[in-house]
């Protein structure tokens, strides 16, 4: 029965002293609202948040394929075009008479034009010149003269097709006759020759024309004999 009684009495006793504490708890709370905040989020646990990772933007892949395909362009080797070389050679020969028979037409002209010879770029005085064996610094012309046996040589020309002209040093020809069709259609592809009685060492001197083909590595050899000269 004490027992009872005390505990009754002891629960009495704690409860106005519980009520008190939470009513100035409460109070000092209301005077201060952020403590109230504080108090609730302090414990929340803690959040993550996770950042998608942007992608790459269209402009800088376009810039990165333009670096690559440049480096690819520099690594590239620069093709060079190479074209072999040939060799002309041949010996040109005329009859001084019955008794003493073949000679060296020394001093002939050996003119040889490239079939991509420009004529265009020339005057008529200037590719008048090929037939005295000037070539003026003609690109895609080449020419020699016979030496005293009548022979003669051409090295390093690119190879390729051409029209070769060999005039006579030794020989003259009858002025009255004209100049052949085949002579003059086959330098017409060349020199664009409109009138060929301007050409008077054509007129003059006994003449050929070949077209030939030079080769690469190799030695093409065209030798001709103009015969008796005319009188």
Same mark, same amino acid.
């Given at each position: 029965?004490?027992?009872?009684?005390?505990?009754?009495?002891?629960?009495?006793?704690?409860?106005?002293?519980?009520?008190?504490?939470?009513?100035?708890?409460?109070?000092?709370?209301?005077?201060?609202?952020?403590?109230?905040?504080?108090?609730?989020?302090?414990? +929340?646990?803690?959040?993550?948040?996770?950042?998608?990772? +942007?992608?790459?933007?269209?402009?800088?892949?376009?810039?990165?394929?333009?670096?690559? *395909?440049?480096?690819?362009?520099? +690594?590239?080797?620069?093709?060079?075009?190479? *074209? @072999?070389?040939?060799?002309?050679? @041949?010996?040109?020969?005329?009859?001084?008479?019955?008794?003493?028979?073949?000679?060296?037409?020394?001093?002939?002209?050996?003119?040889?034009?490239?079939?991509? %010879?420009?004529?265009?770029?020339?005057?008529?005085?200037?590719?008048?010149?090929?037939?005295?064996?000037? *070539?003026?610094?003609?690109? @895609?012309? =080449?020419?020699?003269?016979?030496?005293?046996?009548?022979?003669?040589?051409?090295?390093?020309?690119?190879?390729?097709?051409?029209?070769?002209?060999?005039?006579?040093?030794?020989?003259?020809?009858?002025?009255? +006759?004209?100049?052949?069709?085949? *002579?003059?259609?086959?330098?017409?592809?060349?020199?664009?020759?409109?009138?060929?009685?301007?050409?008077?060492?054509?007129?003059?001197?006994?003449?050929?024309?070949?077209?030939?083909?030079?080769?690469?590595?190799?030695?093409?050899?065209?030798?001709?004999? %103009? @015969? =008796?000269?005319?009188?």
């Amino acid at each position: 029965m004490i027992k009872k009684m005390l505990v009754s009495m002891l629960i009495f006793t704690l409860i106005p002293i519980a009520v008190l504490v939470w009513i100035l708890v409460f109070r000092a709370l209301a005077d201060n609202p952020s403590n109230i905040q504080e108090l609730f989020t302090k414990n +929340e646990p803690t959040k993550f948040v996770f950042q998608e990772e +942007e992608p790459v933007s269209n402009s800088l892949t376009s810039e990165n394929n333009m670096n690559t *395909t440049e480096v690819t362009k520099k +690594e590239e080797p620069v093709k060079e075009v190479v *074209t @072999g070389k040939g060799s002309l050679k @041949g010996t040109i020969t005329w009859q001084y008479n019955d008794f003493v028979g073949t000679k060296g037409d020394v001093d002939a002209k050996i003119v040889l034009i490239s079939e991509t %010879f420009d004529s265009s770029r020339y005057s008529d005085d200037d590719l008048s010149l090929l037939t005295f064996g000037i *070539t003026v610094g003609m690109e @895609g012309v =080449y020419a020699v003269n016979a030496d005293g046996y009548g022979h003669y040589e051409m090295s390093n020309i690119p190879a390729g097709n051409y029209v070769l002209l060999v005039l006579s040093n030794k020989t003259r020809r009858n002025m009255k +006759e004209p100049i052949d069709s085949y *002579t003059q259609q086959t330098l017409r592809k060349v020199l664009n020759i409109g009138n060929f009685n301007e050409f008077g060492f054509l007129n003059l001197k006994k003449h050929t024309v070949e077209e030939i083909m030079i080769k690469e590595n190799e030695t093409t050899n065209f030798s001709h004999d %103009f @015969g =008796y000269t005319y009188i």
